[in-house]
């Protein structure tokens, strides 16, 4: 039974952590990442700090998992990912576990929702759901099929609607008095 042995614990990561987080996702998406819609959201803008989480076993990282603040409309949302796990441990629930912790996390904060791009069947698991095509506009094209939205707060994310964006810009244009068009 794969699943019978969990001997990892999902702990916060640590500013020590980055430089193996970072090789690991870069293991598993490899350079074509950065020319993707949600990397485009994270250039330049720091993920949330607490956040981000790793699985560790044995004193090894075994997988991780970070949230960046994005604006989606008129309003603030997260978005899940990277989501990466070693692999030659995939298929243990590790995934999962990570990101259970930082839903789990990112409700406690006080998050209101979360999006992200990706595998419909495997983040239904965590309870993602499509959203309806078109309703959000990334900065790229995307496959509308992978659109998916986790509501933190009942009803969320069907308010959310219009450019997804990065936060940090966002917040740039409001200090400078321009306001958010
Ligand atoms: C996707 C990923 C994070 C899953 O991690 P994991 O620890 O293997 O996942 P879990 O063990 O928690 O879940 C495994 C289950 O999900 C299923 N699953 C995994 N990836 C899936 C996918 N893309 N679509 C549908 N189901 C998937 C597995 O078949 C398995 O099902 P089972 O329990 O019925 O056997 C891992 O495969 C990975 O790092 N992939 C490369 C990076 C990536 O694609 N990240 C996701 C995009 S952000």
């Not at 979360?114 to 698991?125: K, N, S």
């Not at 965590?126 to 506009?137: D, K, M, N, S, T």
Request: aromatic share 6%; charged share 20%; glycine share 12%.
């Amino acid at each position: 039974m794969k699943a019978a042995q969990k001997n990892w614990q999902v702990r916060p990561e640590r500013p020590e952590d980055a430089p193996l987080v970072e090789a690991l996702t870069a293991a598993s998406f490899g350079p074509g990442r950065y020319a993707k819609s949600a990397y485009r959201l994270r250039e330049g803008v720091a993920p949330v700090a607490e956040l981000g989480f790793v699985a560790i076993e044995n004193g090894t990282l075994r997988g991780s998992v970070r949230f960046w603040p994005v604006g989606v409309g008129a309003e603030k949302s997260l978005l899940l990912g990277p989501l990466a796990v070693q692999s030659d441990q995939r298929g243990r629930g590790i995934g999962i576990d990570l990101m259970k912790t930082g839903i789990d996390a990112a409700r406690a904060a006080g998050w209101a929702s979360i999006i992200l791009v990706g595998d419909e069947p495997y983040y239904t698991r965590v309870g993602f759901a499509r959203l309806p095509p078109g309703r959000l506009v990334f900065p790229g094209p995307v496959d509308p099929a992978r659109v998916l939205g986790l509501s933190l707060v009942p009803g969320a994310t069907l308010t959310l609607s219009g450019q997804v964006r990065r936060a940090h810009i966002d917040e740039a244009v409001c200090a400078d008095g321009a306001g958010v068009a």
